[in-house]
Nanobody, 124 residues
Framework: QVQLVESGGGLVQAGGSLRLSCAAS????????MGWFRQAPGKEREFVAS????????VYADSVKGRFTISRDNTKNTVYLQMNSLKPEDTAVYYCAARTLTVLAVPRSRYDYWGQGTQVTLSS
């Protein structure tokens, strides 16, 4: 089993930055593809970004491309989401997810483990 714990969320002004962290435990996730998703009130959970097991491939949702960066530190079993130029529409609960395959994926159904989420709130 893999446990994922997100941190780094909070209240930030539009235009600001936040860095989310996702610490994995229970098993090393170095070879696992990792992803970030988010869910705003009244909306479905949506894909934000994914990174392959080796870290060499990344994919982003169009809505965050150029503003968000996903990265991983396999020495710390941790994945990050650097979020810059934040907008009010980025307000959501952000979830970290892991899949037991190396290849990254977009659909949330492809992920096997999920964290509890961290709240990101933008003030205009």
């Amino acid at each position: 089993q893999v446990q994922l714990v997100e941190s780094g969320g909070g209240l930030v002004q539009a235009g600001g930055s936040l860095r989310l962290s996702c610490a994995a435990s229970g098993r090393t996730v170095n070879s696992y593809a990792m992803g970030w998703f988010r869910q705003a009130p009244g909306k479905e959970r949506e894909f934000v970004a994914s990174v392959s097991g080796g870290g060499g491939s990344r994919v982003y949702a169009d809505s965050v491309k150029g503003r968000f960066t996903i990265s991983r530190d396999n020495t710390k079993n941790t994945v990050y989401l650097q979020m810059n130029s934040l907008k009010p529409e980025d307000t959501a609960v952000y979830y970290c997810a892991a899949r037991t395959l190396t290849v990254l994926a977009v659909p949330r159904s492809r992920y096997d483990y999920w964290g509890q989420g961290t709240q990101v709130t933008l003030s205009s």
